[in-house]
């Protein structure tokens, strides 16, 4: 190999190691996405409380938002956050078990198309997380 060649072979080798640095690896996400629908589960309970909440709103980057086309479009993480704090402050909620189970995860870079089977209905959901990290960037969920 000439001296060029050489250089860019290392040249790249150098930006994909700097690169994968930033990235989190896809077990990485999939333990992510499961930790999430995990303390979402728990922040729907009917037991839940402002600390349920709020440990599921630290998965959560500061710029988060929820996007559902289908019921109302984008949501900030102030929204969500302001509107589950009174769900669980006037116990709207009633569920007993989780509303989801991950059925499937498909990691890719930085985001992750998700599965879930919601427990109650027998519905499938298909959503993606997005990713900043370890933290959850955006949610955007496909399904009616």
Not at 39 to 54: E, R, V
Not at 124 to 129: D, E, G, K, N, P
């Amino acid at each position: 190999m000439n001296k060029l060649g050489t250089f860019t072979l290392f040249l790249m080798l150098g930006i994909s190691v700097c690169a994968g640095a930033k990235t989190t690896t896809s077990i990485n996400l999939e333990n992510v996405v499961k930790a999430v629908n995990e303390a979402q589960n728990k922040a729907m309970l009917a037991t839940a409380s402002i600390n349920d909440l709020d440990k599921l709103f630290d998965m959560y980057t500061d710029d988060f938002v929820y996007v559902h086309k289908v019921y109302g479009g984008t949501y900030t993480r102030k929204e969500l956050y302001g509107n589950a704090a009174k769900y669980i402050t006037t116990k709207h909620y009633k569920l007993t078990e989780g509303r989801y189970k991950i059925l499937r995860v498909l990691p890719g870079f930085g985001a992750a198309a998700v599965e879930r089977l919601e427990v109650a209905s027998g519905n499938i959901h298909l959503s993606v997380f997005e990713f900043e990290g370890n933290k959850i960037s955006k949610i955007i969920e496909y399904w009616e």
